[in-house]
């Protein structure tokens, strides 16, 4: 099934995403058999939970030329022009939501992977959840959850890709010097269709192994993305700030870092940024 949204009728030819080639050779069982497509949207991701409460099967995929109201962790302000890939996925996984929030590492382990494939980038995964190429960040996946006594309900897997964008000009300036695009790494643009539909393909490959064997062998190869792994950082949370060696990731997707007194410390929740020495 395919829906496209009329959202903005006089402009039914896009120069950036073709919908009716969304669905054309998609290699998967589940993941964009049903996919929402829309011109200009406040957020996929917002579309995507009021579809999952009224019902929408896993897999369902809601994707945007533009978001008017994109949003990231911590209710920052995701930037949407057109040009990005911004999706969102529905799942429905049988999983006790402890395990469910590891779910974010498959997507950003299906971008690395989809980025090697496709155009020979080598990515980097940051923990939590960013995607970057050249130590600036290209992708970003928000993962959000509704849970019943304990069981999930539906989680929905956010994916922003700055695929045909021009940063120094779609983006405001605070974003620049951290931010880049597959249009500025390559030098030219790229087919979204061909990006999506290798970026869902491989997310449900990755799901899969995850419902079957969990989500150990998403890690491993997650990490063996992550080059901040080894290295010093800082850890903004919500409460604390703090410095030490990032030593690992552990089984259940926390940091670990190791303080400058010695002591280990294990991480749920925060940002990290590398400290580059003077
Ligand atoms: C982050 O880096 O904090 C996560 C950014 C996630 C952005 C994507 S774009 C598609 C989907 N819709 C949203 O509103 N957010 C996610």
Not at 62 to 79: P, S
Not at 230 to 253: F, H, M, P, S, W
Request: aromatic fraction near 6%; proline fraction near 3%; glycine fraction near 8%.
């Amino acid at each position: 099934m395919h829906v496209s949204l009329p959202v903005e009728a006089e402009c039914q030819l896009s120069p950036e995403l073709n919908a009716s080639k969304l669905q054309e050779g998609l290699n998967t069982s589940r993941f964009g058999r049903s996919i929402v497509f829309a011109r200009r949207i406040n957020s996929t991701s917002q579309m995507a939970k009021e579809l999952a409460t009224y019902g929408a099967a896993e897999g369902t995929v809601v994707i945007a030329e533009t978001q008017t109201a994109g949003h990231g962790r911590h209710g920052k302000k995701w930037f949407s022009p057109t040009g990005g890939l911004w999706l969102s996925v529905i799942l429905r996984p049988k999983l006790e939501a402890s395990d469910a929030v590891k779910l974010v590492f498959l997507a950003g382990l299906a971008v690395t992977q989809t980025l090697s494939e496709l155009y020979g980038i080598s990515a980097e995964t940051k923990w939590p959840n960013d995607v970057l190429v050249n130590g600036r960040k290209i992708c970003g996946i928000l993962s959000e959850m509704s849970t019943r006594n304990g069981e999930v309900k539906y989680v929905i897997i956010g994916v922003g890709v700055n695929a045909n964008v021009n940063v120094s000009q779609a983006l405001p300036n605070e974003l620049k010097k951290n931010t880049t695009s597959l249009q500025n790494e390559l030098g030219k643009r790229v087919k979204l269709e061909e990006l999506f539909k290798t970026v869902i393909g491989k997310m449900e490959k990755l799901y899969d192994i995850f419902l079957e064997h969990g989500s150990e062998e998403i890690l491993r190869e997650w990490k063996k993305h992550a080059f901040f792994v080894g290295r010093k950082v800082q850890i903004t949370g919500e409460n604390e700030e703090l410095e030490g060696l990032a030593l690992d990731v552990d089984l259940d997707g926390a940091l670990i870092i190791q303080l400058s007194s010695g002591e280990v410390k294990r991480i749920i929740a925060g940002e990290i940024s590398l400290i580059i020495p003077s």
